[in-house]
């Protein structure tokens, strides 16, 4: 009897702490806990967020309250009030029975509300696996390129997105592309991106008009807000590289005979934004609009560097995720750790270097949470 009690005791156990760590309950804390207060907070009114009193500060977790209740399905807010209501009349009338009522409503809506957090959790894992096999499983680089890429996304489905698509005339156009957000809409915006450019690329080898073309495409089809950053680099059997960029993070060039490691940067303005769109670090050179003479002032933002890759030479495309990934201190991972770790494991594989910057970027930010999709794509010399 006293053994089998013990075995019930300890399944009982279990059943709440299999899978339990220190590092789930830092997340359940630092990040879910956090995330779901600034859900909320968006639903409060702006007057409501001042807690300079006490009475204020009551007010303000009233409006939270009250913002949690509308985030329920009317007939669940309905059977929420129910339990609150049963509960709190078993605590004044000591009454049992009125609160396990409680108990088993409270108990009921979280059952739903677990459900349809795994039927949407499941619909994005699919998601995800849809937009993962849209992306290269494997590259087939051309001939004296050795190429590797890398992506992880900071929700289910992300806007980061990288390709290699062969061209009429016998080179190859490496492509890394970030469109603006994360999350589903990013996702299906990039579907749509890349979609494009491969159709466009059927038709054009020259990537300054690749990226034109594809502005002329998105142009007024992004919602507000939305844009796209990207860089295209064009292989050619011989070493030659003629290199585009939208906006994007600028490239990490190392060259092993000049032993340092430089910034490939040519001007290029963000894709599918509106006359006044809005800028950031990533695209501080937009300065310009599109309309009837579109083309003609998006072309005059662009500019192409044009050089040759010699043996060993290293062509380091990424995202910004990368370089704004944060440690636990809120420290950024930095072009220049980037660019170093580059320069350091030039002498390996294109894998291998992806490898090892994994590694650097896994170790750097520990247990921190990932803010942003991180993409990268290795492109190296070969014999």
């Not at 600034?38 to 967020?49: G, H, I």
Request: glycine residues 8%; aromatic residues 10%; neutral net charge.
């Amino acid at each position: 009897m006293i053994k089998k009690t013990s075995r019930s005791i300890r399944d009982f156990y279990d059943v709440f702490t299999t899978g339990l760590s220190i590092k789930e309950i830092e997340r359940l804390v630092n990040v879910e806990a956090r995330g779901s207060y600034e859900f909320y907070l968006r639903s409060v009114k702006p007057e409501a967020q001042q807690k300079n009193s006490v009475k204020r500060f009551l007010v303000f977790c009233w409006n939270m309250f009250l913002a949690f209740l509308l985030k329920l399905t009317p007939a669940r807010r309905l059977f929420y009030a129910i339990a609150v209501f049963s509960l709190l009349y078993a605590w004044f009338q000591s009454d049992l029975s009125y609160a396990v009522l409680g108990v088993v409503i409270l108990n009921f809506l979280l059952a739903l509300e677990v459900a349809d957090k795994m039927i949407t959790k499941d619909e994005l894992e699919l998601a995800r696996e849809i937009q993962l096999s849209l992306l290269p499983g494997t590259l087939a680089p051309p001939g004296g390129y050795d190429l590797s890429a890398h992506s992880e996304v900071a929700k289910n489905v992300g806007g980061d997105y990288y390709d290699l698509i062969p061209l009429g005339d016998g080179s190859s156009l490496a492509v890394i592309g970030d469109v603006s957000g994360k999350g589903i809409s990013a996702a299906l915006y990039m579907v749509k991106v890349q979609t494009a450019l491969q159709l466009i690329a059927k038709d054009s080898s020259n990537p300054k008009e690749l990226l034109i073309r594809l502005n002329r495409h998105l142009y007024g089809q992004l919602k507000k807000n939305y844009f796209l950053t990207i860089a295209v680099v064009q292989l050619y059997p011989d070493g030659r590289f003629r290199y585009c960029r939208a906006g994007h993070t600028p490239a990490i060039f190392y060259q092993p005979l000049e032993r340092h490691w430089s910034r490939l940067q040519p001007g290029g303005a963000a894709l599918g934004l509106a006359p006044s769109g809005v800028q950031t670090e990533v695209m501080a050179d937009y300065a310009g609009a599109n309309g009837a003479n579109g083309d003609h002032h998006y072309e005059a933002m662009v500019d192409i560097h044009e050089g040759t890759m010699q043996t060993g030479d290293v062509l380091f495309l990424y995202t910004d995720g990368l370089i704004e990934g944060v440690n636990s201190d809120q420290q950024e991972f930095g072009e220049q750790r980037t660019g170093d770790i580059v320069a350091r494991n030039a002498h390996v594989s294109a894998e291998g270097i992806k490898t090892l910057m994994m590694q650097e970027l896994s170790g750097f930010r520990a247990n921190a949470e990932l803010r942003d999709d991180t993409t990268f794509f290795v492109i190296k010399r070969i014999p």
